[in-house]
């Protein structure tokens, strides 16, 4: 009851509070080691988050509204943080499929439909729990019907890992860009005060 409450709070709060959903994790989370691939032979493993910051989301290549409305989110939130940090600490975005059954043929292409740096890749199924757990997120493939098709239901939240390789925040949108954009800066700046302690 008290969450609930909290919930409500902040969703009540007003418009300027609400667009911004950015939740910082108490502790850090370590990201295990993983695999994803596309199409192009182009890989993504827990190697490639060193040194970067990283914004995960997961989703499928057919979906609706959910995947391509929070990508547009990506795209405006990554360009207002580019106007508050340094060239090398704008977020790489990667979105991972969780449905490889139907999207690996092309799914290299999706991410950059909304931006060129934007990339998608998919994997393994136990590839894909193993960063589904690790970042707190979720994601169902439900009954197919009498023609094979299926929906899938996933979480819409994006993680945000830093250069360590440590999960530090999530992020829920619909977000408003230049709220998230100082939102990721802060993250930033404490981060690197941590790294100096």
Not at 42 to 60: H, P, R, S, V, Y
Not at 135 to 155: C, I, K, N
Request: aromatic content about 12%; some cysteine.
């Amino acid at each position: 009851m008290r969450r609930l409450i909290q919930i409500l709070a902040f969703v009540l709060a007003g418009p300027a509070v609400a667009q911004v959903q950015g939740v910082e994790l108490e502790e850090p989370v370590l990201m295990p080691a993983f695999a994803f691939s596309n199409e192009l032979e182009e890989n993504f493993t827990q190697d490639d988050l060193k040194d970067a910051w990283t914004l995960i989301m997961f989703g499928f290549l057919t979906c609706p509204d959910v995947c391509p409305f929070t990508l547009g989110n990506l795209e405006a939130a990554v360009a207002e943080t580019g106007m508050r940090v340094r060239p090398d600490n704008v977020p790489q975005v990667v979105f991972i499929s969780v449905d490889p059954e139907r999207d690996a043929p092309w799914v290299s292409e999706y991410a950059k439909f909304f931006h060129p740096d934007f990339e998608s890749f998919t994997g393994e199924r136990a590839q894909i729990n193993t960063l589904i757990e690790a970042t707190d997120s979720f994601y169902r493939l439900m009954e197919p019907d009498a023609d094979g098709y299926y929906e899938v239901q996933h979480t819409s939240s994006v993680s945000v890992i830093a250069p360590d390789g440590t999960l530090r925040a999530k992020l829920q949108p619909p977000f408003d860009p230049g709220l998230t954009a100082e939102f990721l800066a802060r993250l930033q700046i404490a981060y690197r005060k941590e790294m100096t302690q």
